[in-house]
T-cell receptor
Framework: GIQVEQSPPDLILQEGANSTLRCNFSDSVNNLQWFHQNPWGQLINLFYIPSGTKQNGRLSATTVATERYSLLYISSSQTTDSGVYFCAAAKAAGNKLTFGGGTRVLVKP | NAGVTQTPKFRVLKTGQSMTLLCAQDMNHEYMYWYRQDPGMGLRLIHYSVGEGTTAKGEVPDGYNVSRLKKQNFLLGLESAAPSQTSVYFC???????????FGPGTRLLVL
């Protein structure tokens, strides 16, 4: 099956800083999603982005499908951005997502 | 729309007991999924369904059974719970085309 790797595993930011999270995947995909898991364990959809670029407020994402990676940008980070960010990809019929190991983000005030 | 809901939110079982987790969605989605998340890890697919009356195995299906008798519901059963099944269980649903998967709030299961 497809392999999904995320980097860095941990990130500590000062409030207001910008950061980039990376997701590499081992095969062509027809689904690529980014999630934020908040400290209460809830999974929040951020982006569905199998290719191209999208923006939502202070967050944006870019997927370069031909090079098999996706980037999540956090600008002007806030303490509420803390949590774990997951990338997940699917490559075949059934839309079965394979999750990466996540990037744990801590934003300090 | 309630989206994807899961019942119960939290449960404690003794080794060998059985239980059923219920997932319900009101978005008329064809595809439904059960994932588990162990501490410090990403989610892994247990079983999934591509339509009413169908089920298929995912990455970690052993020890679990599922049923999709109604389009809006997807049940996950543990026949004889083991401590290794202590985890957080997430249900998700989506339309039949590659698209955003929508996740429920999760069920925390502790097996003693």
């Amino acid at each position: 099956g497809i392999q999904v790797e995320q980097s860095p595993p941990d990130l500590i930011l000062q409030e207001g800083a910008n950061s980039t999270l990376r997701c590499n995947f081992s095969d062509s995909v027809n689904n690529l999603q980014w999630f934020h898991q908040n400290p209460w364990g809830q999974l929040i959809n951020l982006f569905y982005i199998p290719s191209g670029t999208k923006q939502n407020g202070r967050l944006s994402a870019t997927t370069v499908a031909t090079e098999r990676y996706s980037l999540l940008y956090i600008s002007s980070s806030q303490t509420t951005d803390s949590g774990v960010y997951f990338c997940a990809a699917a490559k075949a019929a059934g839309n079965k997502l394979t999750f990466g190991g996540g990037t744990r983000v801590l934003v300090k005030p | 729309n309630a989206g994807v809901t899961q019942t119960p939110k939290f449960r404690v079982l003794k080794t060998g007991q059985s239980m059923t987790l219920l997932c319900a969605q009101d978005m008329n989605h064809e595809y439904m999924y059960w994932y588990r998340q162990d501490p410090g890890m990403g989610l892994r697919l247990i079983h999934y369904s591509v339509g009413e009356g169908t089920t298929a195995k995912g990455e970690v299906p052993d020890g679990y059974n599922v049923s999709r008798l109604k389009k809006q519901n997807f049940l996950l059963g543990l026949e004889s719970a083991a401590p290794s099944q202590t985890s957080v269980y997430f249900c998700a649903s989506t339309t039949g085309t590659p698209e955003t998967q929508y996740f429920g709030p999760g069920t925390r299961l502790l097996v003693l």
